[in-house]
């Protein structure tokens, strides 16, 4: 293959050349020999105007284009210099698209050279990378890329980028790329000829071997690397406070934190008398080496790990990547710590070894998703699926490689002693401090503690999860694609990568195991059948019955079996009962089956037993639906709160269904505070009017649980403000289109003062869409960059980032917004709450707690929907700032909040802030005034 290289750029008039769109700038540089060796760049007439979106993203206006040259002038030039070249492009179909319908128009032939996408290339040889956009790639990798959207910048930018990727691709090991080629040749552009060029390169080049990584099983990955910890015994006297002087040392800009310190003490207390805690410490505490400090002395002296445990994974590696890094600086002796995830986070080594050869009927991202693991796994100590950014259909895939407790050969596996989770499990009983999740924790207590290493004393952080997250662990759920899945993978699915009854087949004739083909698949089609029958019911009575949606537009029906149609229910139960009976069935042959063959385990090599555990687990997991199912039709507990969620659109049999325990508190109280010595909970939420009766009722929690109240050291006072306009509707008096409208023009006059960087909090995604389409509606494309969770795809974090990145951006978000979300300096300038923050009163789990306190004689709304409201509108407040530094305020459009006797409650639950009241017109003049 030629080493020639020509990276073309276009800037365009539009999105596509089949609407008349056309080129107005072509950036172009020569790569040979890791080196840009040539440039070239013109602007092009297109010969028609320019659309004002173009020129405000690119630059270009009409005057810049109107003396260039036309594309015929150009022609020539550039295919002179693409000429025997390979023609690389970043989203090259864009690039090619137009240079051909360009080329055409001007007489010539279409490109039919060589071409390679800098997209794809990126996406395999970096797939841990968030975003694949030119401009995040040039800054993951510090490259030049000083005017995006100039062509002749971009070229630059994606030259630099494919030296950067040659090398990378260069750098890997032989018997990687020789694994890597059957894959690439089902890549979009001609990466299986680089790859191919480099195999030969290497075959007559003998390489040295890379001392970091091994050969094992036709894979290479990163060597194990074990680590001795030091026994040296610790200084008993040693206290935080020596550490936290220590800490004054190792960071130049440390400011000593009354508040953190504060929190040391109350932790190191709660720790040494084997107390429980309620710690609630303000934004800008430093809390998380509040409680860091203490808890490894503890840890350390003891000799008893601390657990600690977050609600979300940003918080999780914010403690290991800086926290513990830090730590390591500050203490005068050795310590381990480690995360430990849910056994489903990690590659199942003898699942992908199993699946790599597998290509015959892969679509393009199974074979992308196929070609990222094989590069990671030269660079992956974790093996953990956080740290990988697969295609959508590559996280279908992952489900059919992760690791599995039902499918696990252990200590039978070739590859036990390499595997990623329990090479996880090994490290968490080595270390002092042990990071998790709280759906860790409490699927480790549902079961039997077997999945952490035993701990007497545990942080929570973000602990006013710790509800949710439990009740969650203490219920039940099941939906018709759990079935549909089980059985696509047991023999239903007419997709060869996913049945898994044909490798299943064949291991059965390989040791004479005699079965009726024909009559099991038949079965099978069968019971697949009824249990679309079962969930296409379910789905039609709950539509009928009407029901308000939920704040991510569901449908929640409550499910009670004394309150259902008891003809329909009838004919529930026949239904249900043929579906049990065709599992029972089923699940008792086909382990005959495979009782069989096991029999002749001794015939069978460890990628044949490894079907026949796998196909066990199926089996195995289906039993277990089937069991979650029948408890939820058909049971009734007044204990317990069950529902179905569904929608309007999407397939005719998409239920889900759900259960809970109404009240945790006992289980808690007995099984989880009642177990251990010392549990510290913390959060910057866990007080109603400077209290913490709420969250210790509802933990389960002793009175005599130590509290503590830490403030947070901003200044509230000449920081942030909050600001309640008196002449918008109360919602209840409008339509919600009206509605929609009026504080759609509200939120864009706001947007001008403050040039957007607003973060706009929303309880109904109902009413976001229309507020985003109103909004829409005001403001021109060129005024604010609008983004809208749910509209524009992309995860809360992928959101906030790109927030972050635009200028003049507005932010819609819903219920995960409210919290977790970090956007502090200049970024984020103000926050508007469009309602307080209550659940619906008709969601199911609220309801059933509503019903038992009515029973108990209490308000349900003083007792519940209000305590959650000010803990969620007290997250929501937190969103603005961040540091000492932050300045910005809060916009309420809830008037409740001053009309109300309750409103008070959640403007005295905040730091002392200075509140105004007035018309929007004088609220925008005080916030102009605010904001200079």
Not at 8 to 33: A, C, F, M, W, Y
Not at 124 to 134: A, R, T, V, W
Not at 337 to 363: M, P, S, W
Not at 490 to 512: A, H, M, Q, R
Request: net charge negative; charged share 25%.
């Amino acid at each position: 293959m030629n080493n020639r290289y020509v990276v073309l750029d276009l800037e365009t008039t539009g999105h596509s050349p089949k609407n008349k769109d056309r080129i107005i700038q072509i950036g172009l540089v020569v790569v040979e020999k890791d080196t840009i060796v040539e440039r070239f760049s013109t602007y092009v007439n297109p010969a028609m105007a320019i659309p004002t979106f173009i020129t405000s993203l690119t630059g270009i206006d009409q005057a810049m284009v109107e003396d260039a040259p036309m594309f015929e002038d150009v022609a020539p030039r550039l295919l002179q210099l693409l000429d025997g070249a390979c023609l690389v492009a970043h989203n090259i179909k864009f690039d090619l698209g137009f240079l051909n319908a360009e080329l055409e128009k001007a007489g010539y032939f279409e490109w039919r050279g060589m071409i390679l996408d800098t997209v794809e290339l990126s996406r395999i040889m970096m797939p841990n990378l968030d975003s694949y956009k030119l401009t995040q790639l040039s800054e993951a990798l510090s490259l030049a890329h000083e005017n995006p959207h100039q062509a002749d910048s971009d070229a630059e930018a994606t030259g630099f980028l494919l030296i950067e990727l040659l090398k990378r691709l260069s750098g890997l090991p032989l018997l990687t790329m020789q694994r890597l080629l059957p894959l690439v040749k089902g890549m979009h552009s001609d990466i299986a000829d680089l790859v191919q060029a480099e195999i030969d390169r290497k075959m007559i080049q003998l390489e040295e071997e890379e001392p970091a990584l091994e050969t094992y099983r036709q894979l290479v990955l990163r060597k194990l690397l074990e680590t001795e910890q030091d026994e040296d015994p610790i200084d008993e006297n040693l206290t935080h406070q020596q550490i936290e002087e220590q800490l004054e040392k190792t960071l130049p800009n440390y400011e000593k934190r009354t508040g953190q310190v504060e929190m040391m003490d109350v932790v190191e207390q709660s720790l040494t008398n084997g107390q429980h805690a309620l710690i609630e410490a303000g934004t800008g505490i430093g809390k998380s080496l509040g409680y860091l400090i203490p808890g490894l002395l503890n840890a350390k002296k003891t000799g008893r790990p601390l657990v600690v445990s977050t609600h979300t994974i940003q918080l999780q590696e914010q403690l290991l990547d800086r926290d513990i890094p830090l730590l390591q600086k500050m203490v005068p002796f050795d310590f381990k710590a480690t995360v430990l995830k849910g056994r489903n986070h990690y590659l199942c080594l003898r699942k992908f070894e199993q699946q790599l050869d597998q290509i015959y009927d892969n679509n393009y991202d199974v074979l992308l998703a196929k070609a990222q693991l094989l590069v990671w796994l030269t660079t992956t100590d974790e093996g953990d699926i956080e740290e990988l950014n697969l295609p959508s259909g590559g996280q279908l895939f992952w489900h059919q490689v992760k690791s599995d407790a039902n499918s696990c050969l252990n200590h039978k596996c070739p590859w036990f002693s390499r595997c990623f989770y329990h090479r996880s499990k090994r490290e968490a009983y080595d270390a002092d401090i042990i990071i998790t999740n709280h759906a860790l924790l409490f699927t480790d207590l549902v079961n039997d503690h077997s999945l952490i290493p035993a701990y007497q004393e545990a942080v929570i952080d973000e602990a006013h999860h710790l509800d949710d997250v439990a009740s969650d662990h203490f219920g039940l759920q099941t939906d018709y694609f759990a079935f549909h899945r089980l059985l696509d993978r047991i023999g239903t699915s007419e997709d060869l990568t996913v049945n898994l009854w044909l490798k299943l087949e064949d291991v059965l004739k390989s040791v004479d195991v005699d079965f009726e083909k024909s009559d099991l698949l038949s079965r099978m089609r069968d019971l697949k059948f009824e249990i679309d029958q079962l969930f296409s019911m379910i789905k039609t009575y709950v539509l009928s019955k009407g029901q308000r949606k939920s704040e991510i537009g569901k449908i929640n029906f409550r499910f009670s079996i004394d309150q259902v149609d008891p003809t329909w229910y009838a004919e529930l139960k026949e239904i249900f009962a043929r579906c049990q009976l065709q599992i029972n069935d089923l699940i008792r042959d086909l382990r005959d089956l495979l009782k069989k063959a096991q029999k002749q385990e001794d015939h069978l090599n460890v990628a044949q037993k490894g079907i026949l555990v796998d196909y066990t687990g199926l089996l195995n997991r289906l039993d277990e639906e089937r069991n979650t199912l029948a408890h939820m039709l058909l049971s009734s507990n007044e204990e317990e709160v069950c529902w179905i969620e569904t929608d309007y659109g999407g397939a005719k049999n998409a239920v889900s269904i759900f259960n809970q325990p109404i009240d945790i508190s006992d289980r808690l109280s007995e099984d989880f505070f009642g177990k251990k010595r010392s549990v510290v909970l913390t959060s910057a939420t866990l007080t109603i009017r400077n209290r913490f009766t709420f969250v210790r009722k509802r933990l389960g929690m002793e009175e005599d649980t130590l509290t503590v109240q830490l403030q947070s050291p901003f200044d509230y006072q000449n920081q942030s403000k909050i600001m309640i306009p008196t002449d918008l509707p109360m919602i209840k008096d409008v339509s919600t289109d009206d509605y929609a409208s009026t504080i759609a023009a509200s939120i864009y006059r706001i947007a001008h003062v403050t040039d957007g960087r607003m973060l706009v909090l929303f309880t109904s995604y109902d009413m976001l869409k229309k507020t985003y389409h109103a909004f829409k509606e005001y403001a021109e494309p060129e005024d604010f960059s609008l983004i809208g969770q749910g509209i524009d795809s992309g995860s809360r974090a992928r959101l906030t980032k790109n927030f972050k990145q635009l200028n003049r951006a507005v932010l819609f978000g819903t219920s995960s917004f409210w919290e977790g979300v970090d956007i502090p300096g200049n970024d984020l300038s103000c926050l508007i709450i469009v309602r307080l923050p209550f659940n619906p009163p008709d969601n199911p789990v609220m309801e059933a707690r509503s019903e038992r306190l009515k029973k108990q004689g209490k308000s349900p709304f003083m007792e519940l929907s209000l305590p959650q409201a000010i803990i969620r509108f007290k997250q929501g407040f937190g969103r603005l700032v961040r540091s000492s530094s932050d300045h910005g305020a809060v916009f309420v459009f809830d008037r409740r909040i001053v009309t109300t006797k309750y409103g008070n409650l959640f403007i005295n639950s905040l730091p002392a802030v200075p509140v105004r009241q007035g018309t929007m017109d004088q609220l925008l003049d005080d916030l102009n005034d605010f904001l200079d």
